[in-house]
């Protein structure tokens, strides 16, 4: 039993060890370097990344966008955020992973 919660607990830790170095180590703030009010770091076949620039468009919402497969300077950053899947958006310092619009306009208020 002993050997089997170790081997759970490492699975577990190799598994969230991005999320684990970002809590002692925290990515640094891409946005600051850009004036636009989010940063997108996606690729042109994720339609989740098609329905993120759609929101920013129907919003109004200014952003910086890094295709991750053609920017070796936007795959750096998307790495050192964690990478794991795209869109990754960073608004207002925040980092958020996927698409999901309520949060993405929240941040946004919160200017």
Not at 18 to 26: A, G, K, L, Q
């Amino acid at each position: 039993m002993k050997k089997f919660l170790i081997v759970v607990l490492a699975i577990i830790v190799v598994n969230e060890w991005r999320d684990i170095r970002n809590v002692f180590s925290p990515p640094p703030d891409f946005s600051s370097a850009h004036e636009e009010t989010a940063v997108l770091y996606s690729t042109q076949w994720c339609p989740f990344c098609k329905k993120t620039r759609e929101l920013f468009d129907e919003k109004g919402i200014s952003y910086f966008e890094y295709d991750i497969e053609k920017s070796e300077e936007g795959n750096a950053q998307y790495q050192r955020l964690g990478g794991g899947g795209v869109p990754i958006i960073l608004i207002n310092g925040e980092v958020l992973k996927g698409f999901n619009r309520s949060t993405i306009l929240a941040l946004v208020t919160q200017e």
